[in-house]
Nanobody, 124 residues
Framework: QVQLVESGGGLVQAGGSLRLSCAAS?????????MGWYRQAPGKQRELVAT???????NYADSVKGRFTISRDNAKKTVYLQLNSLKPEDTAVYCC?????????????????WGQGTQVTVSS
């Protein structure tokens, strides 16, 4: 299985910045196709924030375009989310997601893993 561990959340004032990181690891060899960030605010459904493919194609939610930037380091199997011009409505638990292929010996299978999440709180 592929595990994801996020870091970088915290409390920041409106207009401030944070940088989230998510590192992938596993006991068997694996590749990563898409990595992404999702968020869930209290009382709301989880929503997509941004995704990035292995080729570097990015996709953003309209609410974060121009303020957030997703990037990845394929060698480190890590995805980053730079959050700028933060607003109180950005307050949520931010979760990392990754999917791809894992293999060992004669078998291989796809996976879709999620991290535990990191809290981002923006005060007004």
């Amino acid at each position: 299985q592929v595990q994801l561990v996020e870091s970088g959340g915290g409390l920041v004032q409106a207009g401030g910045s944070l940088r989230l990181s998510c590192a992938a690891s596993g006991g068997s060899p694996f590749s990563i196709e898409t990595m992404g960030w999702y968020r869930q605010a209290p009382g709301k459904q989880r929503e997509l924030v941004a995704t990035i493919t292995s080729g570097g194609t990015t996709n953003y939610a309209d609410s974060v375009k121009g303020r957030f930037t997703i990037s990845r380091d394929n060698a480190k199997k890590t995805v980053y989310l730079q959050l700028n011009s933060l607003k109180p409505e950005d307050t949520a638990v931010y979760c990392c997601q990754a999917d791809g292929l894992v293999w060992s010996g004669s078998w291989s299978r796809t996976y879709n893993s999620w991290g535990q999440g990191t809290q981002v709180t923006v005060s007004s």
